[in-house]
């Protein structure tokens, strides 16, 4: 079973910067859809960006486009989430996501989904201040 967990949440000001790491533990595959989602409290669960992990091809929400930098380490072991010009709106609980195993135009149609992802982390929390 894939296990999921991210790091670097942390409460920063507006217009301030964060990464978010997420480190893959047990994955045998490298054609997964590698999701990056957040949920503020009363809202439901977006997806702001995903990565395919096998090629490094990246999506992302408009909300954070220009703003966000999904990325991999080369050994496929670690996930990064590059947060740029943060604003209030921003704040979430982050979670990092392992889809299954599904080709990279799967991906790019349906990463928004969150019921297409079998794995998820226990989150880190993003606090952004006015």
């Known amino acids: 079973q894939v296990q999921l967990v991210e790091s670097g949440g942390d409460s920063v000001p507006a217009g301030g910067s964060l990464r978010l790491s997420c480190t893959i533990r047990r994955n045998n595959y490298e054609n997964r859809c590698m999701g990056w989602f957040r949920q503020a409290p009363g809202k439901e669960r977006e997806g702001v960006a995903a990565?395919?992990?096998?090629?490094?091809?990246?999506y992302y929400a408009d909300s954070v486009k220009g703003r966000f930098t999904a990325s991999r380490d080369s050994t496929l072991t670690t996930l990064y989430l590059q947060m740029e010009h943060l604003e209030p709106e921003d704040a979430a609980m982050y979670y990092c996501?392992?889809?299954?195993?599904?080709?990279?135009?799967?991906?790019?149609?349906?990463?928004?989904?969150?019921?297409?992802?079998?794995?998820w982390g226990p989150g880190t929390q993003v606090t952004v201040s006015s």
């Open positions: 990565i395919y992990l096998s090629t490094g091809s990246t």
């Open positions: 996501a392992a889809g299954y195993v599904l080709s990279e135009n799967t991906c790019a149609g349906d990463w928004r989904r969150a019921s297409g992802y079998a794995y």
